[in-house]
C-alpha cells in the first residue's frame, strides 16, 4: 500500500522539507512546525522556532543585520575564542556555512543541546543557530548542506580589532563640588588594556595587594604592588554578576547562577551555590542576603565555615508593609542596607534604607519622578549617601537626613568618549573607587577602567 503524500515508507516519519524564510533558507524535518507567536519575521532581523510534533522546541535560527560587528566580537570573546583565530579563519572549533564563518559549540549546560555562531561580513549578517536536544546528526547536517543565508551582500567591511587600536587614555578631568562634598578622580592603568566589545558587564574590587576586575565570564586579578600587572586571569562558563570584598580581605565573585567563589589573594579558598540569581556580602562575611528582583523571594544567607544556611526575609516598614515593589539593586552597608526599586503604587524608583531585621529606616527619593533610574553603587560617608546611576552617568547625594542636594555627572571628574556601565565601591580598608567602561577613540572597542574616588567632606 503506498505512503501517504510527505510520509517516508521505510520509517513512517514525515518527509524532509525545504523551508524559505525572509533571510535564510534550508531542508528541516517534515515534523517541525513554525512557532509562529513567538518568531519574528522582518526585514533586518528574522527569528524562526520550531517545535517538534510533541510541541517542544526543537531548534531556533536568528539572523541579524548589523553594521556594527561588536556584538558578535563579543560572544567570541567572552567565550575564550581568539579573535585573532576569527580573523584568519583558524578557530579550534571554526564552522563555515557559505561565506558565513564562526564557531560551533556544544550547550555546556544540558550537553546535549548544540549551535553555531558566525558572521558574514559582506552582508553584515549574524547567524545564530541551535539544536536542543534530541536534534538527529543526520537532520543536522542535512539542515547545513541545503542551508542558504539570503541576506544581501552590501559590502560590508567590518571594523578594526581591539588588537589593532589604540589603548584608552584615562584621564581625570577636574574636581566637582556640591553641598560641601569635593569628588575627585586617579585614573590607574593597568599594565596591559582591558579591552571588552560590551559596554555593560564589568566590575572591579580593590582588597589587600590586589585589584580584581570582572569582565563578562572572565575573572583579572592585577598586582597593585607591580605596576598593576596581570596575576591571574580566571574563565568563567557564565557571566559574573559583581563582585564583593569582606573586611577579612577576602573577595567574593558572585555568578548570575547562585554560583559563588571566595578568593583570598590568588586562590578560591570557599565555593557556595546559593540558588538565588545573585548573593550580597555584609563586611563581616558572615552573612548576606539575596536578590531576584521580586520582594516576596528573597532570603538572609548565614556562613559558617563551607556551610550556610537560609532564612525567608522581608524589606518593610514599621508597620510591616512593603513600600517598593521589587529589588533592582541592593547595597549591604556597614550598619544598614540600601535597596533600589519602583515605589509601591508609584512608578517612580527610590531607595530604601532598612536595618539587618528588614525594618524601613528611610526613604532617599530623586527630586522628581525618574530621576533615579540604573542604581550601580551605593555608599555611605561621613556626611552623605552617594549612589551611581549609569543611565544618567552621574552621582545622585543625600545628606544624612534624606534630602537630596542634587547630582555630580561623571565627566566632572573623568574625561569620557561613550561611557557604559560604571559605579562606586567602598573597599574594605575605607577607600572608594570607580570601575568603568568606556568606548576607545578610535572605537575599536571598549575599555575597563580603574579609578580611585577621593571624597572630600
Not at 558572585?254 to 590568588?266: A, K, P
Amino acid at each position: 500500500m503506498p505512503s501517504p503524500d510527505g510520509i517516508c515508507s521505510s520509517c513512517g516519519k514525515a518527509k524532509p522539507v525545504q523551508h524559505e524564510g525572509k533571510l535564510w533558507e534550508a531542508t528541516i524535518p517534515g515534523e517541525w512546525v513554525v512557532d509562529e507567536e513567538e518568531s519574528v519575521n522582518q526585514d533586518f532581523y528574522e527569528k524562526t522556532i520550531f517545535k517538534d510534533k510533541e510541541g517542544n522546541i526543537a531548534a531556533y535560527i536568528d539572523i541579524s543585520i548589523e553594521e556594527d560587528p561588536s556584538g558578535f566580537r563579543d560572544v567570541l570573546f567572552q567565550d575564550g575564542y581568539g579573535l585573532n583565530a576569527y580573523q584568519n579563519k583558524e578557530m579550534e572549533n571554526g564552522f563555515s556555512l557559505g561565506n558565513a564563518y564562526g564557531m560551533a559549540y556544544i550547550d555546556e549546560v544540558s550537553g546535549k543541546g548544540n549551535g553555531v555562531y558566525l558572521r558574514e561580513e559582506a552582508a553584515a549578517a549574524n547567524v545564530d543557530i541551535y539544536f536542543f536536544e534530541g536534534m538527529k546528526t543526520e537532520e543536522q547536517e542535512k539542515f547545513y548542506e541545503t542551508f542558504q543565508l539570503k541576506a544581501k551582500d552590501m559590502g560590508n567591511k567590518d571594523g578594526p580589532y581591539h588588537f589593532d587600536g589604540k589603548r584608552y587614555e584615562g584621564k581625570a578631568s577636574g574636581t566637582a563640588e556640591l553641598g560641601g562634598i569635593k569628588l575627585s578622580a586617579e585614573y590607574i592603568e593597568l599594565a596591559e588594556p582591558l579591552a571588552s566589545y560590551s559596554p555593560f558587564d564589568m566590575d572591579g574590587m580593590i582588597s589587600g595587594d590586589y585589584a580584581y576586575i570582572i569582565s563578562g565570564k572572565k575573572l583579572f586579578i592585577y598586582n597593585r604592588d607591580d605596576n598593576m600587572k596581570l596575576e591571574k586571569k580566571v574563565d568563567y562558563p557564565r557571566k559574573i554578576d559583581h563582585i564583593e570584598a569582606t573586611k577579612d580581605g577576602r573577595v567574593w565573585v558572585q555568578g548570575s547562577y547562585g554560583e559563588t567563589d571566595v578568593y583570598d589573594g590568588l586562590e578560591v579558598k570557599n565555593n557556595y551555590h546559593i540558588h538565588k540569581n545573585i548573593l550580597h556580602i555584609h563586611n563581616s562575611g558572615e552573612w548576606g542576603i539575596t536578590s531576584k528582583v521580586r520582594m516576596d523571594d528573597i532570603e538572609k544567607v548565614h556562613f559558617n565555615g563551607d556551610q550556610f544556611t537560609t532564612e525567608a526575609f522581608r524589606y518593610v516598614n514599621q508597620s510591616g508593609e512593603q513600600i517598593q515593589k521589587q529589588e533592582e539593586g541592593t547595597f549591604i552597608l556597614e550598619d544598614k542596607i540600601a535597596v533600589a526599586g519602583v515605589k509601591m503604587e508609584e512608578d517612580f524608583k527610590i531607595i530604601g534604607l532598612y536595618d539587618f531585621e528588614g525594618k524601613l529606616l528611610m526613604e532617599l527619593p530623586g527630586p522628581e519622578a525618574n530621576a533615579i533610574v540604573s542604581v550601580t553603587g551605593f555608599v555611605e560617608t561621613e556626611k552623605a549617601y552617594i549612589a551611581s546611576d549609569m543611565t544618567y552617568k552621574n552621582f545622585h547625594i543625600w545628606n544624612k537626613e534624606g534630602k537630596y542636594q542634587g547630582d555630580i555627572k561623571i565627566d566632572q571628574m573623568i574625561q569620557t568618549n561613550q561611557i557604559g556601565d560604571f559605579n562606586i565601591k567602598k573597599t574594605p580598608a575605607g577607600d572608594y573607587y570607580c570601575t568603568a567602561i568606556d568606548q576607545r577613540e578610535d572605537k575599536t572597542s571598549y575599555e575597563v577602567l580603574l579609578y580611585k574616588l577621593n571624597i572630600e567632606e
